[in-house]
C-alpha cells in the first residue's frame, strides 16, 4: 500500500509531461477508486440517520461529514491525472479531463457541503445535520450526473 502512495504522490507532484502507462494507471485508478470507497463508507451511517432507521449521533455524523471533506478533496488530486488513453474497470467518464475545471468545482461545492453538515451535526441539532446532509447528497449527485457513468 505504501508503495502505491509513493506512486500516486510522484504523479501528483510533477506534471506529467509524457503519457502513463497502463500498469501507472491502473494504479491510480486503484487510489480513485479507495477515495470514492471510503466516501461511499462514511456517506452510508450519515444517510441511516438522516433517515431515522439507527439513532442519531452528532459526533458520528461530524466524524463521518469530516472524512466525507477529506477524501473530496483527495479526489481532486487522484482524479487530475489523465487516464482517459488506458483501458480501465471505471465508471469515470473522459468528460472529467475534458471538463477538469468544472469537474473540479463540482468536488470543491460538494466538499464545502460536507465541511456544512459537519458544522452542523457540531452546532445544530437533528434537523439542521439532516437539512446539510441533503444538500451534501444534491452536491454529490451534480458530479455523479455530469461525470460519472450511469449504473
Known sequence: MIHRAIILAMFLAAPLVQAMDQEQAEKVNEVREAVMTVTGWSV????????????????????????????????TDAFRPDTRDAVLDTEALDKIWEEFGEFEKLLGDA???ALEAQTAA??????????????????????????????
Open 44 to 75: 452510508a451511517p450519515m444517510a441511516a440517520m438522516a433517515k431515522a432507521q439507527i439513532p442519531y449521533d452528532s459526533d458520528e455524523f461530524q466524524k463521518r461529514a469530516g472524512r466525507i471533506a477529506a477524501m473530496l478533496g483527495m479526489a
Open 111 to 113: 466538499r464545502d457541503k
Open 122 to 151: 457540531a452546532n445544530g441539532g437533528f434537523a439542521e445535520a439532516t437539512a446539510a446532509f441533503v444538500e451534501l447528497g444534491k452536491a454529490c449527485k451534480a458530479c455523479h450526473d455530469r461525470f460519472r457513468e450511469e449504473d
